[in-house]
């Protein structure tokens, strides 16, 4: 990553983890850590767990091509941080590799068949806001059945304070779709707590704001440069980008989070941004984009999430707030 871009060093990114783990005054000694390994940004998680103190941090990753490219960044970083010895790198989600976990740090899908094979006091942290959660993605029946507790991270934490980093992440994703942001008029779209931030990167890059959860809230006959989409994840998309297209010819319609239906395009020539849709549950421009920064500090605070769910009423009071519980479920303490 270094090679491409100097801001990823080595040495840079271990500074930043160490400071993420001060921060949060991670403490996962004693606890084996099942997550995920990763190319690029995400490449930091499970040296994480290790500089948290983990006893064990085992890590899923692909046997292809990029499975080995994933590996060696891993073991270069991991060896960079001094905690090689203490990370295992998986091909295949045995049940041996599952049932071993206390904590199960991860973005990936986490079904019935996978809950079944962890231990009862296993716990599950989501690596991200609990609203962010895509239908489906973990299979909560299962996990309230065998009392496996689970929950996102608080964002706004001040020791995670990933909200800081979107207003310039949306600047970013408008930059790469060819809008200067500077002195444009700007439709943000948005349903959830990533409002005020993204308004305010908006803003302060120079732009005109205006901010409605739905096309529907907008007064007619207004024009705008781009349209950007932060909504919350749903099973079926809430807003065509066909309509939007209709609505507002000649606006880039760049979408930042959430799902949007992108059938019928070409008959309205829209003019879509990020090209490819983004993968379920992630935003169309990686924070990773701005640098390390808002990577390391989610993944040190989902982290922590995991170690207070583990810890129970052991933790300390003030840990709580670490946690984001899902909608209509309570923290376990």
């Known amino acids: 990553?270094?090679?491409?871009?100097?801001?990823?060093?080595?040495?840079?990114?271990?500074?930043?983890?160490?400071?993420?783990?001060?921060?949060?005054?991670?403490?996962?000694?004693?606890?084996?850590?099942?997550?995920?390994?990763?190319?690029?940004?995400?490449?930091?998680?499970?040296?994480?767990?290790?500089?948290?103190?983990?006893?064990?941090?085992?890590?899923?990753?692909?046997?292809?091509?990029?499975?080995?490219?994933?590996?060696?960044?891993?073991?270069?970083?991991?060896?960079?941080?001094?905690?090689?010895?203490?990370?295992?790198?998986?091909?295949?989600?045995?049940?041996?590799?599952?049932?071993?976990?206390?904590?199960?740090?991860?973005?990936?899908?986490?079904?019935?068949?996978?809950?079944?094979?962890?231990?009862?006091?296993?716990?599950?942290?989501?690596?991200h806001e609990a609203w962010e959660l895509p239908r489906g993605r973990v299979d909560l029946t299962a996990c309230r059945k065998r009392g496996i507790a689970v929950a996102g991270t608080n964002g706004r934490h001040p020791a995670v304070h990933v909200y800081s980093y979107l207003g310039v992440a949306v600047v970013r994703l408008l930059l790469d779709a060819g809008v200067a942001v500077q002195g444009c008029t700007i439709l943000l779209l948005c349903d959830n707590p990533f409002a005020s931030s993204l308004v305010r990167g908006l803003t302060n890059a120079g732009a005109r704001v205006a901010l409605a959860a739905r096309p529907s809230e907008v007064a007619p006959g207004r024009s705008f440069d781009a349209i950007v989409v932060a909504l919350k994840h749903r099973?079926?998309?809430?807003?065509?980008?066909?309509?939007?297209?209709?609505?507002?010819?000649?606006?880039?319609?760049?979408?930042?989070?959430?799902?949007?239906?992108?059938?019928?395009?070409?008959?309205?020539?829209?003019?879509?941004?990020?090209?490819?849709?983004?993968?379920?549950?992630?935003?169309?421009?990686?924070?990773?984009?701005?640098?390390?920064?808002?990577?390391?500090r989610l993944q040190a605070g989902g982290l922590k999430v995991g170690e207070v769910l583990s810890r129970g009423v052991h933790a300390l009071p003030e840990d709580f707030d670490y946690i984001q519980a899902l909608d209509g479920e309570t923290v376990p303490a």
Do not use: Y
């Not at 060093?9 to 500074?15: H, V």
């Not at 060696?72 to 045995?94: C, M, W």
């Open 235 to 296: 099973f079926r998309p809430l807003i065509a980008a066909r309509d939007l297209a209709a609505r507002w010819p000649g606006a880039v319609i760049a979408q930042f989070c959430g799902d949007l239906d992108r059938k019928g395009l070409d008959a309205v020539h829209a003019l879509l941004w990020p090209i490819a849709p983004p993968p379920r549950g992630h935003l169309g421009t990686l924070c990773a984009s701005i640098g390390p920064e808002p990577i390391v």
């Open 1 to 127: 990553m270094s090679a491409v871009r100097p801001g990823w060093n080595l040495e840079r990114l271990r500074g930043l983890m160490d400071d993420a783990v001060a921060r949060c005054r991670l403490d996962l000694s004693g606890a084996e850590v099942l997550t995920e390994a990763a190319t690029g940004p995400f490449v930091v998680t499970p040296v994480l767990a290790a500089l948290g103190g983990a006893k064990r941090v085992r890590a899923l990753v692909g046997s292809n091509d990029c499975g080995t490219e994933i590996a060696a960044q891993t073991h270069d970083l991991a060896r960079a941080s001094g905690v090689v010895d203490r990370i295992e790198l998986h091909e295949r989600k045995t049940r041996s590799v599952i049932g071993r976990a206390d904590i199960v740090a991860s973005g990936a899908l986490i079904d019935a068949a996978m809950i079944r094979q962890m231990k009862p006091s296993a716990v599950i942290t989501l690596m």
